[in-house]
């Protein structure tokens, strides 16, 4: 008889967004005529800059004629798109990467989900608490953990509290673990880590052998120059860590699809055998064997941010919502609302008025003014009390969000 991963069964009922989407599914039912405005996912609004639309438009043309005409193409990624994007992100910062440290993929939340793959299955896990659910719950599907308990952790995890208390940057882990996920500047929280801080997550790995799951999909939206946008400009960092970076939120492929992860010949992990062997030679054989590139049309598109034009754009598309994100943030502390994030992030992370649980003000917000946000809980124990809203709604939808935040009544 065929059995199941009985590992599934440990995870709550649905996957974050998924709860939130069947929540408001049903209000929407129950109140037809209510004008819902939506800053729960982080889902992007404005249309694809110009410069990815007609590099996208010549390269359909490409495939309607057989001389240009593309099939399975590297499974890595192209070398126009990843010769561009290490001279563009690394090059330009002193960091030098081999075109095979590099793999074109889909998206960050598939790579970050799927790298846990390449690691032993007895491997310890830290993450931060608050956290974006995917490290977490492929761990848990993958075996890595125990069982959930009643104060909403899982057994066997290393949790690391990032609270207002500490500024919403964590404190070293007390005891040693394998696999580190951090993600900066942060989801949910919408805060960072600078320079001084990931220095001493960065030498802490070295002195025990761990390595760092870096996500850095929000880098473009980095303001403050103490913020590092990649962990390599951190003295050793390529001995450590491995780094997800996403056009989603850069230039608003969430529906297109493209993200990167660089997986330098440096990092290292211990075989049975006890040798060493680098964890690209793994990724790079689990790539080729569960992936078959993404799709050419879409790499075209990724590659015309790299031109002189396509920086000039994205920067204003960043900029866009970077402005709702201050919008946000400055109405919301009118409003008498505690609030944090939005400066290098487009996530504003805030403390619920009086206390209230986050699914009760999740539920008070969509009832009173008709806003959907997502429960700071829903990304962990310590999100209990918190709230995220996301800026990448649109101009209007974000002021008129604002206005209803003057009304609520908390
Ligand atoms: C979020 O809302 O946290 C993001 O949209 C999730 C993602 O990028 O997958």
């Keep these: 008889m065929a059995t199941i991963n009985d590992n599934y069964l440990k995870l709550p009922g649905s996957y974050l967004f998924a709860e939130i989407g ?11 005529e209510a004008d819902i405005i939506r800053l729960g996912i982080g889902d992007v609004t404005q249309p694809l800059p110009a410069v990815c639309i007609e590099a996208m438009h010549k390269a359909v043309d490409e495939m309607a004629h057989k001389e240009t005409f593309r099939g399975y193409g590297p499974e890595q990624g192209y070398e126009f798109l990843t010769k561009a994007i290490l001279k563009n992100n690394y090059e330009s910062k002193g960091i030098h990467f081999g075109t095979d440290e590099i793999f074109v993929s889909d998206g960050s939340k598939s790579d970050t989900g799927n790298i846990q793959e390449i690691f032993g299955s007895a491997d310890k896990v830290a993450i931060t608490d608050p956290v974006y659910p995917v490290y977490l719950d492929t761990n848990v599907m993958a075996g890595r953990t125990g069982s959930l308990k009643e104060d909403g952790h899982f057994e066997g995890v290393t949790y690391l509290p990032c609270t207002a208390e500490n500024n919403f940057a964590p404190d070293l882990p007390k005891e040693r673990v394998d696999m580190l996920y951090l993600c900066c500047p942060n989801n949910p929280t919408g805060t960072t880590l600078s320079r001084e801080e990931l220095t001493k997550w960065v030498n802490w790995a070295k002195e025990n052998d761990t390595v760092i799951l870096f996500d850095a999909a929000y880098a473009a939206y980095i303001t403050e120059p103490d913020v590092p946008t990649t962990i390599y400009e951190i003295p050793g960092a390529k001995d450590v860590a491995i780094e997800f970076r996403s056009f989603s939120k850069t230039a608003g492929f969430t529906g297109t699809r493209c993200g990167y992860t ?17 964890y690209n030679k793994l990724w790079n054989r689990r790539h080729t064997t569960k992936f078959n590139g993404t799709a050419y049309i879409v790499q075209r598109g990724a590659a015309a941010i790299y031109t002189e034009e396509g920086q000039k754009q994205v920067k204003e598309l960043v900029g866009y919502y ?5 919008i946000i943030r400055e109405g919301l502390t009118k409003a008498g609302l505690e609030v944090y994030g939005g400066i290098n992030a487009p996530y504003i992370w805030l403390k619920t008025p009086n206390n209230m649980k ?5 539920d008070l917000l969509l009832k009173q003014v008709n806003i959907v946000g997502t429960p700071g809980a829903g990304f962990g124990p310590c999100g209990e009390g918190y709230f995220r ?14 206005e209803r935040f003057q009304q609520l009544k908390f």
């Design 262 to 278: 660089i997986v330098p010949h440096t990092v290292t992990g211990k075989a049975a055998d006890g040798s060493r062997v680098e």
């Design 358 to 362: 986050s699914w009760d003000f999740f």
């Design 322 to 326: 970077l402005e709702n994100a201050r």
């Design 22 to 32: 069947r929540r408001v599914a049903a209000y929407k039912e129950a109140h037809p």
């Design 389 to 402: 809203l996301t800026s990448f709604g649109n101009r209007e939808d974000t002021l008129r969000a604002v």
